[in-house]
């Protein structure tokens, strides 16, 4: 018997994972959930004969092509993030963690889009129209074509669809919408997803851009937005550190455009703005001098290069095990490249207390940031500050390689933009990039001898013989 005649037969299903199974159980041995699985209804034995077509197949090339037609929010990042803007009859899933600033983007686009004469309508299930209100007078998002209702029941939602006509609807959150008419408690993944599948068909039939608000808990998303990713057209994702202002909006899902975009939004106390050129947030130094500890990178956020810095600092420890903590970087990645400093290139740190952290709030996970934590941590070790118009590119294997990163030319340009003139970069990887000068290195060692040099001008020959050791 093959694996889907196993699940047709079995006659229990969890309703929160889909996991079938053979026995009923009080808690789902796949996603752990307690009082999911239910009894599921006997497909046995169903036969379907053919019925009547809503429209004939056609040859392919003669079904009438229609481009997505993208209408700009008026908010260039969100429009970024959605290939354009928003699609007529689109459905987006905004989903985030509590207080990340779903809602405040959400009224701010809303806002914008209602200025352009489109009417919006914004659903609340969370909060009291009059907490919307003072949220929208806060952040400067009154507008007259922006429709709001408080609201939790689907039938009334229907009803202030049919009442307003909107153009696009904000449903904030689609876990905060149920019906009696759906099996389920509210907030459950049958009553989500069945909300989610009306709300769809209504905005195909009726041409409204639907965004739809989901909450993620910490833990991954059993609230529901997993649920809702195959049914929807687009799904963003807003991310940020609770103390950080930066908040990134990465496109996870578009059925009309690239999936890998990344907005930039400055969460304040006035609203959202846009961060249309955000490098430099994420440096220390603007025009002063360096400083031992620091040293830039360039990120990339989905196609977008950013660049960052990465601080370390290295101090005498007094205890047995000497601290290690990090912020903004990927604690194995870190370290990884104190093990191979102290192993590799003659760093001595396994006695001290290293501290590493990024600036203004981005996270840097990726291994092209490597070369910079391990310069970083190298450059607060021997008290030397890396040269102030150098970035360094690379990851770095445990035999203290300096490995190729993808994307280099965009990431040197991103650089050279932001005026540095010289990148230490992997070997054999480089396409020249005017304004900037790449300076191959093999392995740390190699790298490492740019703390010996302290001249901010291209001087790439200095570096040349790069199997000295500092
Ligand atoms: N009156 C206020 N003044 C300043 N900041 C506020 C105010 N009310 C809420 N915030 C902040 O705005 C942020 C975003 O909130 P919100 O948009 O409601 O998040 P979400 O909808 O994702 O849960 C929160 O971190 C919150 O602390
Ligand atoms: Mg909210």
Known sequence: MGKAAARERAPFRCEECGLHLAKWVGRCPECQAW???????????????????????TPIAQVPAQGAAHRPTGVAELDRCLGGGLVPG??????????????????AAAAQIARQGTRCLVVTGEESAAQVRLRAGRIDALADELYLAAETDLAAVLGHVEAVEPKVLVVDSVQTISSPAIDGAPGGVAQVR?????????????????ILVGHVTKDGAIAGPRALEHLVDVVLSVEGARHARLRLVRTVKNRFGPADEVGCFDLTDDGIDELTDPSG?????????????????????????????????????TLPAPRRA???????RVAMMLAVLERRAVVKVSAADVYTATVGGVRL??????????????GAARD???????????????????????????????????????????????????????????????????????????????????????
Do not use: W, Y
């Open 326 to 332: 990090c912020s903004g970087l990927d604690s194995a």
């Open 35 to 57: 009082g999911t699985v239910g009894e599921t209804a006997a497909p046995a034995g169903i036969t379907v004969s053919a019925g009547p077509v809503s429209s004939p197949a």
């Open 194 to 210: 069945e909300v989610a599948g009306v709300l769809t068909r209504i905005a195909k039939q009726r041409g409204i851009a639907t």
């Open 90 to 107: 689109s459905v987006v899933l905004l989903a985030g963690e509590p207080g990340v600033g779903k809602s405040t983007l959400l009224t």
């Open 281 to 317: 947030l994420f440096l220390s130094r603007a025009n002063g001098e360096p400083v031992p500890g620091t040293a830039v990178t360039v990120a990339m956020e989905g196609r977008r290069a950013l660049v960052s810095e990465v601080q370390a600092l290295v101090a005498p420890s």
């Open 365 to 378: 996970v990726e291994p092209a940031a490597d070369l910079a934590i391990a310069l970083a941590v190298a």
């Open 384 to 470: 030397r500050p890396l040269p102030g118009d150098v970035v360094a590119l690379g990851e770095v294997g445990l035999a203290g390689e300096v490995r190729p990163v993808g994307g280099l030319t965009g990431r040197l340009q991103e650089a050279a933009r932001l005026g540095f003139r010289r990148a230490l970069v992997p070997a054999g990887a480089s396409t020249p990039v005017s304004g900037i000068t790449a300076i191959e290195v093999t392995d740390l060692r190699a790298a490492l001898c740019i703390l010996n040099d302290s001249i901010s001008t291209p001087r790439p020959s200095n570096v040349a013989p790069l199997n000295r050791v500092s």
